[in-house]
């Protein structure tokens, strides 16, 4: 079994930073592709950014340039820094894993972030 804890979210006001941190433990082989997800408000849950194991980054067009994932393999950790954030940021963060050799991927419990106006 794996657990995912996320830390970091709380409440920003406009155009300031958070910056998430998502640990790893447990059975891990191997992490492969983690990533950071948000659900708004009444919406579906979301792509944001995601890190292959050997640091290759996606993101969601509507955080490019102002949020930067990155991952410390030695601690099991995949961090997300989140700078000029937005209202529209207002979110549950998961984190998500994918381990080698596992049948299924792995969420983390959720951390709120609230940006205010």
């Known amino acids: 079994q794996v657990q995912l804890v996320e830390s970091g979210g709380g409440l920003v006001q406009a155009g300031g930073s958070l910056r998430l941190s998502c640990a790893a433990s447990g059975y891990i082989y191997r992490l492969n592709a983690m990533g950071w997800y948000r659900q708004p408000p009444g919406k579906q849950r979301e792509l944001v950014a995601a890190i292959t194991s050997g640091g290759r980054t996606i993101y969601a067009d509507s955080v490019k340039g102002r949020f930067t994932i990155s991952r410390d393999n030695a601690k099991n950790t995949v961090y997300l820094q989140m700078n000029s954030l937005k209202p529209e940021d207002t979110a549950v963060y998961y984190c998500?894993?994918?381990?080698?050799?596992?049948?299924?991927?792995?969420w983390g419990q959720g951390t709120q972030v609230t940006v205010s106006s």
């Open positions: 998500n894993a994918d381990v080698q050799f596992s049948p299924h991927d792995y």
